[in-house]
C-alpha cells in the first residue's frame, strides 16, 4: 500500500491503540471504519471519535471476522487482543487482506512523513520490558533528547509519530504486536529474555519465540542479545546490511559486550578501543534506589540497565548520558513496590509479573521461610511446576486468586504440599483483594513479606495489571492497626 489517503481501513480493537490509529487514519485522508466486541468501547471510542469514524459492534469472534471481510477494506489495523489463531486472522490472511498492528501502521505513517524521522530502538522480552525502556528513554533524555517511552508502554506510537518532534523513540513491543508487524527497521533492538508465555494467544511456545524473533528483523545497527537463545535469534534474523551483534553480560565483557567489572557496568562493544579498553558507564550506585530497602541491586534489574545502556550507546550517546540516565530513572508502579509495613510485615505490590518467569525474579529474593504469596488469575495456558519447586523453600503459605487457580494449586500440592494453602473464590474486583490481604495477614509473622507476584495475567477479575495492584494496595492500607 503506497498511501493511507483514501484507502478503506477497518479497525479492529477500539482500546487505547485503536482509537488512536482510527484518530490518526482519520487525519490522513482514510476512510476508517472501527469495529469492536465491547458495546462499551465502541461507546467510548464514539464519544472520542466523533462522526468520521463509523463504529460497529460485533457479538462474538466469528461476527467480527465477517464484518471485517465483508467490509471492503484495504487494510485492517488489528488489536493485540486478537489473537494469532482468531478465525479472523485466519481468513484474513486467505482473503489476501493486509492485517497490520499499531506499531506497523506508525512505522508506515513515519515513511511517508516529510518532518526528520526519529530513530527507534525497539525492546521485547519475555520480562523487563516496560523497565528497560523506561530506563532507554531515561538515559536518551539525559543526552538531551527527545525520546518518549512508547509502543506497549505510555503513548501509543502512531499518535507520537503523527504528531513529530520526537528524535528517537524508546519503543516497548510485545509478541502480540510483534505478530503483526511486517517492515520496521530499528536502529537497534534487544530480545531481554524469553520464558513460556501467552501460549493461548500464540498457540505454542515455537510460535511465541518466533514472534519475539521478529524484533531483530531489518535492524540497522545493532541486535544487543542478552544469552545463548537471545543470540541465536540474532544470528537467524535478517538484518540490515552492517548490523553489529552486541552481548550484554552481568560479568566481565568480552570484546563486543557490555558488563559488569566490580561494581562498574562498561562497555567494550562501542568504545573505540574496545580491544584493550572498556568505557565505564555507570556504577552500581546510580541503580541503588531500585533496590530493596536494605538489599543489593537485583541482578535482573543490571540485566536490564545494561540492555538500556547498549541501545543507548548504538544511538551514540555519551557514557556520563548512561549514568545521568539511570540515577534519574525511578522505576515503575507495580514493579516490586513496598505498599506499607505493618506489624513488622513488608507488604510487596509485583502485579506486574504477570508470568511464572517474573514470579520467580520476586520471589527467589526473599530469606527462605519468610514469604506469603499472593498469586493467581488467567494463566495462559502456563505451566507452574518449575516455578513452585524452585521457590518452595521461600514460603511460609500462599494465598491464590482468580479463575484459573487450579494449575497453581496442583503444582503446590506436588512440590509444596506442606505449606499452607488460601484459596478466595472467584469474586469481583471489590472483594477479590480484600479477602486475599485478610488471608495472608493470618499466616504472616514479624519479619515476613507478603508479596503479590501473580504469575498470572489479570483480566479474569481486573482491568490491568495496575488495577490489581492498586486494588492490593487500598486493601493493605485498610487492614486494621497502625502502619510500622
Known amino acids: 500500500m503506497t498511501t493511507l489517503a483514501g484507502a478503506r481501513v477497518v479497525v479492529v480493537g477500539l482500546g487505547t491503540s485503536g482509537r488512536a490509529a482510527a484518530e490518526v487514519l482519520t487525519t490522513l485522508g482514510a476512510h476508517v471504519e472501527g469495529v469492536d466486541r465491547s458495546e462499551a468501547a465502541v461507546e467510548a471510542a464514539g464519544s472520542e471519535l466523533g462522526p468520521a469514524v463509523r463504529l460497529t459492534a460485533a457479538p462474538d469472534d466469528a461476527a467480527l471476522a465477517e464484518l471485517v471481510l465483508t467490509a471492503?477494506?484495504?487494510?485492517?489495523?488489528?488489536?493485540?487482543?486478537v489473537p494469532a489463531g482468531s478465525p479472523l486472522l485466519t481468513r484474513a490472511a486467505a482473503a489476501g487482506l493486509p492485517c497490520w498492528s499499531e506499531v506497523e501502521l506508525a512505522w508506515q505513517v513515519q515513511r511517508t512523513a516529510t518532518t526528520t524521522a526519529p530513530d527507534w530502538l525497539t525492546i521485547t522480552g519475555t520480562n523487563g520490558k516496560t523497565t528497560t525502556v523506561g530506563m532507554l528513554s531515561s538515559i536518551l533524555t539525559a543526552a538531551g533528547l527527545r525520546a518518549p517511552a512508547v509502543g506497549n508502554v505510555g503513548t501509543p506510537v502512531v499518535r507520537v509519530v503523527a504528531e513529530g518532534g520526537a528524535d528517537a523513540l524508546a519503543v516497548e513491543l510485545s509478541s502480540f504486536q510483534l505478530h503483526l508487524t511486517h517492515s520496521v527497521e530499528p536502529l537497534a533492538s534487544v530480545c531481554l529474555n524469553l520464558a513460556p508465555d501467552h501460549l493461548d494467544w500464540h498457540g505454542s511456545f515455537a510460535a511465541y519465540r518466533d514472534a519475539k524473533a521478529r524484533i531483530y528483523a531489518r535492524t540497522r545497527g545493532a541486535c544487543v542479545y542478552t544469552d545463548a537463545v537471545t543470540r541465536t535469534m540474532v544470528e537467524e534474523a535478517d538484518v540490515a546490511e552492517g548490523a553489529r551483534a552486541v552481548g550484554t553480560v552481568l560479568g566481565t565483557p568480552a570484546v563486543g559486550e557490555l558488563g559488569v567489572v566490580e561494581d562498574v557496568l562498561c562497555d567494550r562493544a562501542f568504545e573505540p578501543r574496545r580491544q584493550t579498553h572498556a568505557a565505564p558507564l555507570a556504577t552500581l550506585a546510580d541503580l541503588a534506589h531500585l533496590a530493596p530497602e536494605g538489599g543489593e541491586v537485583p541482578g535482573h534489574v543490571v540485566a536490564d540497565a545494561l540492555a538500556a545502556a547498549a541501545l543507548a550507546r548504538a544511538r551514540g550517546v555519551a557514557p556520563e548520558a548512561v549514568a545521568?540516565?539511570?540515577?534519574?530513572?525511578?522505576?515503575?508502579?507495580?514493579?516490586?513496590?513496598?505498599?506499607?509495613?505493618?506489624?513488622?510485615?513488608?507488604?510487596?505490590?509485583?502485579?506486574?509479573?504477570?508470568?511464572?518467569?517474573?514470579?520467580?525474579?520476586?520471589?527467589?529474593a526473599l530469606p527462605d521461610g519468610r514469604g506469603v504469596w499472593v498469586a493467581g488469575g488467567l494463566a495462559k495456558g502456563a505451566s507452574f511446576d518449575e516455578l513452585v519447586r524452585d521457590v518452595a523453600g521461600r514460603l511460609r503459605a500462599v494465598v491464590l486468586i482468580g479463575v484459573d487457580r487450579a494449575p497453581l494449586r496442583e503444582a503446590l500440592a506436588r512440590h509444596a504440599p506442606d505449606v499452607p494453602l488460601t484459596e478466595v473464590t472467584a469474586g469481583d474486583t471489590g472483594d477479590v483483594m480484600t479477602h486475599a490481604v485478610a488471608a495472608a495477614a493470618r499466616h504472616a509473622r514479624p519479619g515476613d513479606t507478603v508479596l503479590l507476584a501473580p504469575a498470572c495475567a489479570s483480566m479474569d477479575q481486573f482491568t490491568d495489571y495496575g488495577a490489581r495492584g492498586d486494588a492490593f494496595a487500598a486493601a493493605v492500607r485498610e487492614l486494621p492497626g497502625e502502619p510500622g
Open 72 to 81: 471492503g477494506a484495504d487494510l485492517a489495523v488489528v488489536s493485540p487482543g
Open 324 to 364: 545521568a540516565g539511570l540515577r534519574a530513572f525511578t522505576g515503575g508502579r507495580h514493579r516490586i513496590e513496598v505498599v506499607a509495613t505493618r506489624g513488622g510485615v513488608t507488604w510487596v505490590d509485583d502485579s506486574k509479573a504477570t508470568n511464572a518467569h517474573a514470579a520467580r525474579a520476586s520471589l527467589a
